[in-house]
Structure formats: structure tokens, C-alpha cells
T-cell receptor, first 116, second 116 residues
Framework: AQSVAQPEDQVNVAEGNPLTVKCTYSVSGNPYLFWYVQYPNRGLQFLLKYITGDNLVKGSYGFEAEFNKSQTSFHLKKPSALVSDSALYFCAVRAGKNTGFQKLVFGTGTRLLVSP | EAGVAQSPRYKIIEKRQSVAFWCNPISGHATLYWYQQILGQGPKLLIQFQNNGVVDDSQLPKDRFSAERLKGVDSTLKIQPAKLEDSAVYLC??????????????FGPGTRLTVT
């Protein structure tokens, strides 16, 4: 079964420093990987996706993610963190082989706290 | 464009009562999803519609949960009767049918259900 793991419940970083939120995946076949962000009392917002192509994927709000097939990882990164980046981040993988079956399986989430 | 709309935003009911949630997806999006997000966990897919047909309802507790999307646009998710463990945020999401955008799901703000 497709799954993702987010090993850290919380990541703390100072504003201006680089940040990394970790995600590892387990899939059969080619992975379709996603990052979403959730602000308090709001729904999830799409950040970026990896379908195929370059291993470094750029997304919204200056975030990027690096796909590493040998390590089965898809870590979210940002060169310089902002206090406003503080939120809950979810990694997800597509489950289902057909394009009509876009079921996403989410990780447990990582809370990012950026201090001033 | 307008985002995914959900109502109500909050609902408190007693166990064994019934409750219904409404979702209006982004205009033109053929696929609609209902997720359940329990506190501290990632969202879990309950049911997926493509137009007005069910694509995946494998994780929907069918003895108490039901959902419909009669005209292929808005959707209703019902719980009858509710249990304490149904306390969660219910998220609706939608995505278009074709192209690479099919892999991006757009989420509504969610309905926070508390069962007492």
C-alpha cells in the first residue's frame, strides 16, 4: 500500500534560516508526491507536486522539494524561513493507478514553528 | 475564481444525533472528495465522486455515513447516527478532470464536528 512518513512532529527554526521538513515514501510503481500546508482553521493548500522530471520541484511561497529516489524521500525546503511560514505541513502520495483515481494518502503532518 | 465552499463551519451535536455537511466545489471541477481529519492525524479519504458517480468509497463507514452528489456539482455528506469517534474536521476538495492539474486538489475550509 502507498504510504508516506513524516518523522518529525515539529520543526523549530529561526526566521531567516533555511528550513527542511522531512518526508519519506513507500510506493509500488512511480511515485506521485505532494506537499500541502494547513493554516489554523483553514483547509489544506497545495504547495507543490512531483510527477516526473527534475528532482528539484519549485512551488508556492518560495518552497521547493527534492525528490530522491534512492532514499525514497521528498523533503520540503525553503532557503530563508518567515514567521508567516508557521503552519502544519502534510506530505502526501497518490494511491491508485488510473488517472481517475486521485486518492491521496497523507502523512501525519509536521508542525513548523518559525521564531522571530 | 471562487474556492471550495463548505457549510456549516462548526457543528456540535450529541451522540446518536444526525448531521449533514454541504460542499460546493470549484466551478467546472468534475472530481469531488470528502476527507475526515481527526485531530493529530492527516486527512483520510472517505469518498470520491467523479461527476455524480462514486469512484472510491472503500473507507466510508457505510452503516452510518452516506454521501451524494446528485447533479454532479455540490455534495452532501451525512452521518446518522453520530458516534463520539466521529469528532473531526470534514474536508471537501475538488479537482479538474484533465491535464496535469488533475493531480492538484483544492480544499475547502472544512467543517469541525464535535460529538458530545
Amino acid at each position: 500500500a502507498q504510504s508516506v512518513a513524516q518523522p518529525e512532529d515539529q520543526v523549530n527554526v529561526a526566521e531567516g534560516n533555511p528550513l527542511t521538513v522531512k518526508c519519506t515514501y513507500s510506493v509500488s510503481g512511480n511515485p506521485y508526491l505532494f506537499w500541502y500546508v494547513q493554516y489554523p482553521n483553514r483547509g489544506l493548500q497545495f504547495l507543490l507536486k512531483y510527477i516526473t522530471g527534475d528532482n528539484l520541484v519549485k512551488g508556492s511561497y518560495g518552497f521547493e522539494a527534492e525528490f530522491n529516489k534512492s532514499q525514497t524521500s521528498f523533503h520540503l525546503k525553503k532557503p530563508s524561513a518567515l514567521v508567516s511560514d508557521s503552519a502544519l505541513y502534510f506530505c502526501a502520495v497518490r494511491a491508485g493507478k488510473n488517472t481517475g483515481f486521485q486518492k491521496l494518502v497523507f502523512g501525519t503532518g509536521t508542525r513548523l514553528l518559525v521564531s522571530p | 475564481e471562487a474556492g471550495v465552499a463548505q457549510s456549516p463551519r462548526y457543528k456540535i451535536i450529541e451522540k446518536r444525533q444526525s448531521v449533514a455537511f454541504w460542499c460546493n466545489p470549484i466551478s467546472g471541477h468534475a472530481t469531488l472528495y470528502w476527507y475526515q481529519q481527526i485531530l493529530g492525524q492527516g486527512p483520510k479519504l472517505l469518498i470520491q465522486f467523479q461527476n455524480n458517480g462514486v469512484v472510491d468509497d472503500s473507507q466510508l463507514p457505510k452503516d452510518r455515513f452516506s454521501a451524494e452528489r446528485l447533479k454532479g456539482v455540490d455534495s452532501t455528506l451525512k452521518i446518522q447516527p453520530a458516534k463520539l469517534e466521529d469528532s473531526a474536521v470534514y474536508l471537501c476538495a475538488s479537482s479538474p478532470l484533465g491535464g496535469l492539474a488533475v493531480y492538484e486538489q483544492y480544499f475547502g475550509p472544512g467543517t469541525r464536528l464535535t460529538v458530545t
